[in-house]
Structure formats: C-alpha cells, structure tokens
C-alpha cells in the first residue's frame, strides 16, 4: 500500500524501464490509483489556497467585513470544480496562481507526470495489438490477476511451464514494443529517457 500511496512520486522519478515496469506492476488498478492521486492533489491543492487566503488576511490585520451575501458553500464548490478541471486539462495556471513558486512548480510536474502515466497506460494497453488476440488475451489475465499463473493455467487447462514460456514471449513482445514508442515519446518531450 505504501508504494501504491507514492506511485506518481515513482512514475516521475523513474526511466522508461522502470516506468514499464510500474505499469506492469501496477497494471490492474492503475488508472484508478493515478485518478485517487489526481482526486487527492485537488484536495491538497484546495487546503493550499485557503491556508494562503488565511494568512492573506492575517497578514493584513485587518478583519474584511462581508454583506453576508456572498455564499461560502457556493465558492468552495466552484473553487472544487475549477480545481478539477483544471487537474484533468492539466492548466493549473488559473487555480494556482496564490500559491509560491516551489509549491507552483511541484504541482505541475504532478500534473505532467499525471497526463504521461495516462498516456504511457494507453501505449502500454495499446502494445498488446501486437500479440495475437487470444495472446493478448492470456497476457491481460496474467497481468489483471497480478501474476498468478497456477490459477490461469487450471483455467486455460496448460502445463504451469507452458503458461510461463508464453506469458514471458508475450511480455517481451509488449515491453519491446512500449519501450520504443516511450523512449521516443520521452525523447521529443524533453521529459525521462
């Protein structure tokens, strides 16, 4: 769970080979353990701002008196939205713009490491066209399965050692094929190599 917690922490920080190997790892849950990450960065981005409006006003000493018009329900919820929209555009320009430069900067490199890991999920997904179908198949349910091999094989009713010859052949196939199209993704994008 702890490794689960910091996964954008290790996609950022990461190469190609071991991004890929996050992919794999991860590969059942991953596009939802990336969306939690982004659900939690709009929460920790909202605690932000109001802490900086807090200190705003603190600083100014001076107690900012309202028409008791305004709504303060409606403003969070505008505020939660625009943060998600603008998490999922990743623009955060418009949401952060309070916030000091180091907090600004971690943000965005949050932010683009979110967009590559949906991306690099959708390359990765997208290597399996390279097996056959029933290949990909096989592969998808070893990986969703998170490796147990004894049950697939029962399932697939295939010696264990067979499943693990096949399953290694279309691993390479996929990593192979991903590892190119990142390496070169990552090259253009200026971003890990």
Do not use: C
């Not at 991860?26 to 409006?53: A, C, D, H, T, W």
């Amino acid at each position: 769970m702890k490794d689960e917690a910091n996964i954008v922490e290790q996609y950022a920080g990461s190469d190609v080979g071991a991004r890929i190997d996050i992919l794999i790892k991860y590969y059942p849950n991953f596009i939802r353990l990336v969306e939690g990450f982004e659900r939690s960065l709009s929460f920790i981005i909202k605690q932000e701002k109001e802490m900086q409006r807090r200190t705003a006003i603190g600083e100014l000493g001076v107690r900012v008196q309202t028409s008791h018009i305004s709504d303060p329900t409606a403003r969070e919820a505008i505020d939660n939205v625009m943060i998600e929209q603008a998490i999922k555009s990743g623009d955060l320009t418009d949401v952060i713009d309070e916030l000091d430069e180091a907090t600004k900067r971690e943000h965005e490199i949050e932010i683009r490491t979110i967009r590559d890991m949906k991306e690099d999920y959708s390359i990765f997904q997208n290597s399996f066209l390279y097996l056959q179908p029933d290949e990909a198949e096989i592969y998808e349910k070893y990986l969703t399965r998170r490796g147990n091999a004894d049950a697939l094989s029962y399932e697939l009713d295939i010696k264990w050692e067979t499943l693990r010859s096949k399953i290694s052949r279309y691993k390479k196939v996929v990593v192979e094929q991903t590892s190119n199209i990142l390496i070169r993704k990552y090259k253009i994008d200026g971003g890990k190599k």
